[in-house]
């Protein structure tokens, strides 16, 4: 992935993104899939349930309430990059 040209649409939430830092990958352990994690930036679009077959909710979280919302928490380069830039507000 090229992150300096890309660009893409969440449509599963209904967003457009810019990615900006892919932040790692693994095998997810509760569903065995490659996952790749990307900090992206929002270019337009509100956060929404825009396929409620595959996205139950969306919801926006401080980031002291993300452990109660994932269950064995974030990927540990996932709260890193979280802590770092959410650490100011």
Do not use: D
Request: aromatic share 6%.
């Amino acid at each position: 992935m090229n992150l300096s040209t890309s660009s893409g649409r969440l449509s599963r939430v209904g967003l457009l993104v810019k990615p900006v830092l892919m932040l790692g990958e693994r095998v997810h352990p509760e569903t065995g899939w490659q996952v790749a994690y990307v900090a992206c930036r929002l270019l337009a679009g509100t956060a929404r349930v825009a396929s409620p077959r595959e996205v139950a909710e969306v919801r926006w979280v401080r980031l002291g309430e993300i452990p109660g919302q994932v269950p064995g928490g974030l990927f540990a380069p996932v709260q890193a990059y979280l802590n770092e830039q959410l650490a100011e507000l």
